[in-house]
């Protein structure tokens, strides 16, 4: 099992800042192969556990729908790609990068996630590091 | 030409249609001479004469044959060349065709002509055995029968006796049963169907006699090992022998065991007498399957028209496929090519077992195992017309492939000598060359254009996979895949499931898929495994394949909360159930609107709010409505004959009786149903997937109806039928349905995509045409026996719980995005998050 680390698109901190890890749940909370949202400092959070066993976090708000349901999307893979697929109106997004595949113009935003030796599974938000 | 036929059984009334239908100038003027008081009937099918008072009877011929029933010939004089019949009647013929087929073998036991001892073979036999087993019921209640014989026939007359309400045994001299067409195991798993259905086996064992009771009938059956059965009535069916003897008195040569000796077309050493079937002795076999013995028929109608028109014909019986498929008692058995050659032939076997499912499978192949020899399948012989095809060709795949149907993705690689419809002797070839030729598309044309699948229907997918093959290489695309992830469509996926017995996704899609599945292959294989039985839709992995709406076991909105519907069966509820409903609601703020189902939605519940407002409604007596579900919906239904000044049936109680049945049933898409107590069909029931309608004698029953985008009105499908049938009907047709259609395609569309339409569906569902009834009824009572609320289950398992809650780390806190505003003294959801972008649709 590997952990993931992803880098935020929304990124807006400064280089060279450490990312502050929020803790979320124990990593058996997560079911595999589905999602769960986190309540992180306001944001909600989509955070997933796939088959391997690797983890990802992205924006739980569906930009097509507008409803915080990203969370309880399928997991799968398009092509070689680890995605989610909106419970909504099923649009697919990259795991790793939030883009939407079926309509590239579109993302999800991407948090840091890992898995840290206790086994809890840790989220950073990029926002807390603003100066 | 003056043609004499000797015999009127199947044979013989196919050798007369034959040149009745090729006789154009009306060369030959046939006489049959039959034993039997009856015309031709088909044999084959006796059994389904006591069971369903079948009329087996063949069509008659045309007006320009004469047909003596119930005045056998008795003697033929060679010399005269004329036959002389029982009642003293002498027929002069130029040619003469004995069809006088085969008599059952009865072994020379002490007590083989005691009273309450039969053979099986003719209407007359079976109207004496149904006589006789009615007595016995009052004179001697209990006793049971014992059938001599374990081989085709012999487990044929085993369930005719059964059927009769006797307690059967069966005896068989070999270790197993039907020797000739399987193999040890075959038998052994055969043995255990049959005895399952509760008759006894005694294979190995030899029967020594019968003895009388006090009332001279027989009583017991002695065997061989010293021990012995009581029956009050013993069948035979030990094997056949041709019927000679006309033959033999005549001087025309016979085969030492029997059998009237003649050439490749088929005549004897007689210039104008031939033999045809059971009766003949084609380089020193007899053919006792009703194919070759048909072959027999053609070949001498061919000589018979072309000596008629002073000509000769070349046409040669060249020996025959033993191969067989057919159902015994519900199971399915086949065997083909050389089921029994081994090492010394240089033949290898694979075999599969899977005592559970009680499947049996053996494929033989050359010993580099490329080459297909032959084969037994037990149980389940859907891969049967793929392999009879194969026999004797190269396999496309690994053996194992072919077992598990593998091979069936192939088509294009068919020799093309090969034959794929034997009813009507359709080579692959044939059928290439018409698609090719006169640039057929499509399974309809095909099977007007060759007349390949037009029978029996058993190599119609073979027919299909030829197609697809051919358009694929004419580059028009045919792709059945269902996504990326599987090469399969849903219906082949489910058959790879069931036959398989795969009970997960990671298991299907490592072995017959790739990557980890997406959103569309997903729910379709949970389904799958959901319609096979495999427990709660949220155990283990099963709940990583669900969507949404089946995850939280309840329909999500457009705001991204809930909408809860309790089953409320046809429609009908209690005013304390409905007080529940209403408090709940009020309790939990709750949206609430009647649906068109006749039940009451429940909207804008939070994902932590569905266990405690469920556990409220399972608590009144309320389950779980499947509105999330692909899965049954409703039976909607008038008040009926209760209350209604107009109503001829119960419709409120069939409805109820419907809707508890086929509740939580897991299908390609969402099912609906309704039920009208008369004609006046306030319930709607011809829009619905199954729709039944109230007559004065019963039921009438539509299938396929639809509401909603496409509106589509419901075929009749069957009327006035009483209500174990129209169950039963409903059953098959909603199995058949789950079994083969695409993924969400509603029964409407499926029964349009269906080749023949309601008239084959009939066929599958009414006359057992592809012999899937029993299958069909055993999955749906499955279904029935093992249905368990899925909210009440829920609540009982703390780990399907921890899914219901709104945040991982703070579980009572309500998602704050979620927000109502009031209109109408309701809520309203508002879209607090952002904005919405355009959907492309997908």
Redesign the interface.
Known sequence: MTTQMTTPTLDQRPAGTAPVWRDVCHYTDLIPERGACALVAGVQVAVFRTFEGDLYALGNLDPFSGAQVISRGILGTRGGAPTVASPMYKQVFDLRTGVCLDDPGVALPTFPIRRTAEDRVEVALPDEHRP | MKVVVVGHGPTGHRLVEALRARDDTGSCRITVIGEETRPAYDRVALTSYLTEDADLAYPAHDGEVELLTGDPAVEIDRAARMVRTGSGREIAYDALVLATGSAPFVPPVEGRDLPGVFVYRTIDDLESLRRHCAALAASRPGAGGVVVGGGLLGLEAARALQDLGVDTHVVEVAPWLMPRQLDEGGGAMLRRHIEALGMRVHAGTPMAGLEAGGDGAVARVALADGSAIDAGVVVFSAGIRPRDELARACGLPVGERGGIVVDDACRTADPAIWAVGECALVDGQVYGLVAPCFSMAEVVADHLLATAGGAGSGARFEGADLSTKLKLMGVDVASFGDPFAGPDQGALDITYTDPVAGVYKKLVVSDDARTLVGGVLVGDASAYPTLRAYVGAELPGSPEQALFGGTEAAGGDLPGATVICSCNNVSAETIRCAIRDDGLRDLAEVKGCTRAGSTCGSCVPLVKKLLDAELTAAGIEVSRALC??FDHSRAELFDIVRVRGITSF?RLIEEHGR?????I???VVASILASLGNGHILDG?Q???Q??ND??LAN?Q???TYSVVPRIPGGEITPDKLIVIGEVARDFGLYTKITGGQRIDLFGARVEQLPEIWRRLVEAGFESGHAYGKSLRTVKSCVGSTWCRYGVQDSVAMAIRLELRYRGLRAPHKLKSAVSGCARECAEAQSKDFGVIATEKGWNLYLAGNGGMRPRHADLFASDLDDETLIRYIDRFLMFYIRTADRLQRTASWLESLEGGIDYLREVIVDDRLGLCAELDAAMDRHVDGYADEWRATLEDPDKL??F??????PD?P????AFTPEREQIKPV?V?????E??T?
Do not use: Q, W, Y
Not at chain 2, 515 to 519: A, N, V, W, Y
């Open positions: 990326e992830h990671t990557g980890r599945g997406c959103d292959c997903k729910p992995e709940a990583a394949l969507d949404t995850h939280f999500m457009k705001n991204g921890r899914r809650v709104s945040f991982v780390n703070a806190t998602d704050p995005s979620i879209l998050a952002g904005p919405r972008l959907v492309t997908r």
